[in-house]
């Protein structure tokens, strides 16, 4: 199990730190980390590798600072960069999570991308800002005229929409076209959930 997993050592009744060595006859249990997990030092943002890229876009969809590696730079780099820009690391991959460089990480034990996200939301709790970020490339959305984003729009479109956003870091721009209710949907869920009272 990565560390990044234990929560609270308890021997006896009594919590112990991570570098407890157990006595002979000792038992001891290893609890959950607690959730709603607080990680202290620096705003919540994430980092997530090469496999998670769906959950990268529905997080970023969320407005949640998401950093993602569309190839794979291998573990040394990963965690390097978890540490430099102090993002939570998110993978499937428990050689990755052991890494002592990482900032934060957590194992996303779900394949399925509709999972992933629920048991992100629900483990950090992140403030939710949606359709705030670029999902191809996390960058910050600022609202944009029609004529600002014209050269990206396809004839129909141009006639259909007036509500735009365009990326201030790539520049590709947003509207609400096909697949909305889609995504309206996953908003929604997420608004739902990180609402919730524990
Ligand atoms: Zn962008």
Same mark, same amino acid.
């Given at each position: 199990m990565p560390l990044t997993e234990v929560g609270a050592l308890v021997v006896d009744g009594r919590e112990v730190p991570v570098s407890h060595v157990p006595a002979a006859g000792e038992s001891v249990t290893v609890r959950p980390?607690?959730?709603?997990q607080k990680v202290p030092g620096a705003p919540l943002r994430f980092l997530l590798d090469v496999h998670l890229g769906t959950l990268a876009r529905r997080l970023r969809l969320l407005g949640v600072d998401t950093a993602y590696e569309s $190839?794979?730079?291998g573990d040394p780099a990963l965690a390097a960069r978890s540490a430099a820009e102090q993002r939570v690391m998110l993978s499937r991959d428990r050689g990755l999570l052991?890494?002592?460089?990482?900032?934060a990480g957590a194992f996303v034990?779900? $394949?399925?991308p509709e999972e992933q996200l629920r048991d992100v939301l629900d483990r950090f709790r992140p403030e939710l800002r949606p359709? $705030?970020?670029?999902?191809?490339?996390?960058g910050v959305l600022r609202k944009a005229t029609k004529e600002e984003v014209a050269d990206q729009l396809k004839h129909g479109t141009h006639a259909t929409y007036d509500v735009f956003a365009q990326c201030t870091a790539c520049g590709r721009a947003y509207w609400r076209g096909a697949h909305h209710e889609q995504l309206e949907a996953i908003v929604e869920r997420a608004v739902a959930l990180c609402s919730e009272r524990r």
């Open positions: 980390v607690a959730r709603p $190839t794979d730079i052991r890494r002592r460089e990482l900032w034990y779900s $394949t399925r359709w $705030t970020r670029c999902t191809a490339c996390n």
